[in-house]
């Protein structure tokens, strides 16, 4: 009998915060509510006001509750990479039981070897990301438990950011009324779902531009290798367009999502659209080839950045090319500029889920697919995730709005509830 188990993630971006409730049923992902509003209170991925952001969180929280009659309770949240640092570790312990069988208490145990290090008291431990397990002689093993042998041990990349900027965020999820269910960084979760096997595998750049920065993260050999934030998004896009044509910003972002093209080439120059002056009755008439200079002058900038970022990183080569994703690439002509700016294979990368059929869901998508992943890895998902009709479709600002949806954990987990949550992108 089919069962079926349900997640809400939590996806705090610069420009919109998003709440995704996703029901996954046998790696089938179906949405069943979408919460989405404008940001306060945050710039370029850092919290500068935190009432501002809370505010914010609770109003996607409301329109989730309200498409579903659902109350949440709890979220999969997603750190950005601001600040992030990537660091080789290793973990060596001896199996412990009598037959020499690999256990989960040997995997606890290697798992948690492997973080014995000086770890800055600036920074934060987000994710746990293996290489590999070595059993005795025998490497690139995926699972060990289950096998013989007497040594056990794990490469694995340890993922640190700042803890000021963490703690700032678990303070407006829970100033909200919500609890965390996992953590994960926002890049390592979406690039594990939006890029093929191949392009794991062979070295891939997974860019996702926002709207107040953009995100370029590599991976190869099916692992996360290298993430950094550039300060330059959408935003910045709105607010050339808003100077340049004299026009307020809401009226700018509005003509870059209904006449926005990023390719000169491609834009159309027969097509007027007016737009109003600032302080004037009058409005100007503007064509969409005109404003694609705009639009194009601005991501052919961004583009250069990307490309110095990934030279200075050490990167000239990816033979699995580039996969671009968030919200400012459902412009037009972004494709084809990238194209030709990159000199590479680009591709975009949309979900493909009924409701959240755009790019700027890419993380959210990610995070629940990502935490039902390892869930099923770790034996977490026997229990019916438990759903409460709230009352009202109304939202209620406290702790009395708490009634959601997640996987029942067995008892007496120990370790491997708390170090489940840093065992990332290596068990699909």
Same mark, same amino acid.
């Given at each position: 009998?089919?069962?079926?188990?349900?997640?809400?993630?939590?996806?705090?971006?610069?420009?919109? *915060?998003?709440?995704?409730?996703?029901?996954?049923?046998?790696?089938?992902?179906?949405?069943?509510?979408?919460?989405?509003?404008?940001?306060?209170?945050?710039?370029?991925?850092?919290?500068?006001?935190?009432?501002?952001?809370?505010? %914010?969180?609770?109003? /996607?929280?409301?329109?989730?509750?309200?498409?579903?009659?659902?109350?949440?309770?709890?979220?999969?949240?997603?750190?950005?990479?601001?600040?992030?640092?990537?660091?080789?570790?290793?973990?060596?312990? &001896?199996?412990?039981?009598?037959?020499?069988?690999?256990?989960?208490?040997?995997?606890?145990?290697?798992?948690?070897?492997?973080?014995?290090?000086?770890?800055?008291?600036?920074?934060?431990?987000?994710?746990?990301?293996?290489?590999?397990?070595?059993?005795?002689?025998?490497?690139?093993?995926?699972?060990?438990?289950?096998?013989?042998?007497?040594?056990?041990?794990?490469?694995?990349?340890?993922?640190?950011?700042?803890?000021?900027?963490?703690?700032?965020?678990?303070?407006?999820?829970?100033? &909200?009324?919500?609890?965390?269910?996992?953590?994960?960084?926002?890049?390592?979760?979406?690039?594990?779902?939006?890029?093929?096997?191949?392009?794991?595998?062979?070295?891939?750049?997974?860019?996702?531009?926002?709207?107040?920065?953009?995100?370029?993260?590599?991976?190869?050999?099916?692992?996360?290798?290298? =993430? %950094?934030?550039?300060?330059?998004?959408?935003?910045?896009?709105?607010?050339?367009?808003?100077?340049?044509?004299?026009?307020?910003?809401?009226?700018?972002?509005? *003509?870059?999502?209904?006449?926005?093209?990023?390719?000169?080439?491609?834009? %159309?120059?027969?097509?007027?659209?007016?737009?109003?002056?600032?302080? /004037?009755?009058?409005?100007?008439?503007?064509?969409?080839?005109?404003?694609?200079?705009?639009?194009?002058?601005?991501?052919?900038?961004?583009?250069?950045?990307?490309?110095?970022?990934?030279?200075?990183?050490?990167?000239?080569?990816?033979?699995?090319?580039?996969?671009?994703?968030?919200?400012? &690439?459902?412009?037009?002509?972004?494709?084809?500029? /990238?194209?030709?700016?990159?000199?590479?294979?680009?591709?975009?990368? =949309?979900?493909?889920?009924?409701?959240?059929?755009?790019?700027?869901?890419?993380?959210?998508?990610?995070?629940?697919?990502?935490?039902?992943?390892?869930?099923?890895?770790?034996?977490?998902?026997?229990?019916?995730?438990?759903? %409460?009709? /709230?009352?009202?479709?109304?939202?209620?600002?406290?702790?009395?709005?708490?009634?959601?949806?997640?996987?029942?954990?067995?008892?007496?987990?120990?370790?491997?509830?708390?170090?489940?949550?840093?065992?990332?992108?290596?068990?699909?």
């Amino acid at each position: 009998m089919s069962q079926s188990y349900n997640y809400v993630s939590l996806d705090i971006g610069s420009s919109t *915060i998003k709440v995704l409730i996703g029901e996954m049923d046998h790696n089938s992902l179906h949405v069943i509510g979408v919460g989405n509003v404008q940001s306060a209170g945050i710039r370029k991925g850092t919290i500068i006001d935190i009432d501002a952001t809370v505010q %914010s969180i609770r109003k /996607a929280i409301e329109q989730a509750e309200r498409m579903t009659g659902l109350k949440i309770e709890d979220v999969v949240l997603g750190i950005p990479a601001n600040g992030v640092q990537l660091q080789d570790v290793k973990g060596v312990v &001896a199996v412990n039981s009598e037959n020499r069988e690999i256990t989960d208490d040997d995997l606890e145990r290697v798992m948690k070897s492997s973080q014995v290090m000086n770890v800055p008291p600036e920074r934060e431990i987000v994710n746990l990301v293996p290489k590999q397990f070595i059993v005795d002689d025998y490497d690139e093993i995926t699972d060990p438990r289950g096998m013989m042998g007497v040594r056990l041990e794990m490469d694995a990349t340890l993922i640190t950011t700042s803890k000021t900027l963490v703690h700032n965020i678990l303070r407006c999820v829970e100033r &909200a009324g919500l609890q965390i269910r996992e953590i994960y960084l926002q890049p390592l979760a979406a690039g594990t779902f939006a890029l093929s096997e191949d392009e794991m595998n062979h070295g891939t750049a997974f860019i996702d531009i926002g709207g107040g920065s953009t995100t370029i993260s590599v991976f190869a050999e099916n692992r996360l290798v290298k =993430t %950094s934030v550039l300060p330059i998004g959408g935003d910045h896009i709105t607010k050339d367009l808003s100077i340049v044509l004299k026009t307020p910003t809401e009226q700018a972002r509005m *003509i870059k999502h209904q006449h926005g093209h990023a390719f000169y080439d491609d834009a %159309s120059d027969d097509e007027l659209f007016e737009v109003p002056v600032i302080g /004037a009755d009058s409005k100007d008439q503007y064509s969409q080839r005109y404003i694609s200079e705009i639009i194009g002058s601005r991501l052919e900038e961004l583009f250069d950045l990307i490309l110095e970022d990934l030279y200075e990183a050490g990167i000239h080569d990816l033979p699995g090319g580039i996969v671009i994703t968030g919200g400012t &690439a459902k412009l037009d002509g972004v494709l084809q500029l /990238a194209r030709e700016i990159f000199k590479t294979r680009v591709r975009l990368y =949309t979900p493909e889920y009924i409701g959240v059929r755009e790019p700027m869901y890419s993380t959210a998508v990610g995070l629940i697919r990502y935490a039902y992943m390892e869930d099923v890895f770790f034996g977490h998902e026997e229990g019916q995730a438990s759903l %409460s009709q /709230a009352d009202e479709a109304v939202y209620e600002p406290a702790e009395q709005n708490t009634k959601l949806v997640r996987p029942k954990k067995e008892k007496g987990e120990g370790f491997m509830k708390k170090a489940k949550k840093m065992f990332d992108n290596f068990f699909e």
